[in-house]
């Protein structure tokens, strides 16, 4: 069984900053890319940032230069700065990766719980 659990989330006003947490465990054998999505109350989940197993980013043009994904496969976790927070900024935020089992080798996609980010003054 494998789980990505994030953590990290908060309020925020605006100019601040936070910084997410996901953190997959369970049986692991890679992670492949892993990616930050998120869901503001009536709109879809947009994707914020992306990142391969060797480090190569790409990001939001609504978060470029103000977002920052990291990820430490030592820890099999991949983290979010978040600076210059804006209240467009205000949404729930999902860890997604690609994983392949250590116990089935299946490869798939799984999610986490989200965690709640808000903005405001």
């Known amino acids: 069984q494998v789980q990505l659990v994030e953590s990290g989330g908060g309020l925020a006003q605006p100019g601040g900053s936070l910084r997410l947490s996901c953190a997959a465990s369970g049986s692991i054998f890679s992670i492949n890319t892993i990616a930050w999505y998120r869901q503001a109350p009536g709109k879809q989940r947009e994707l914020v940032a992306t990142?391969?197993?060797?480090?190569?980013?790409n990001y939001a043009d609504s978060v470029k230069g103000r977002f920052t994904i990291s990820r430490d496969n030592a820890k099999n976790t991949v983290y979010l700065q978040m600076n210059s927070l804006k209240p467009d900024d205000t949404a729930r935020y999902y860890c997604?990766?690609?994983?392949?089992?250590?116990?089935?080798?299946?490869?798939?996609?799984?999610w986490g719980q989200g965690t709640q980010v808000t903005v405001s003054s």
């Open positions: 990142i391969t197993f060797g480090g190569i980013t």
């Open positions: 997604n990766a690609d994983i392949r089992s250590a116990s089935t080798a299946w490869l798939r996609k799984y």
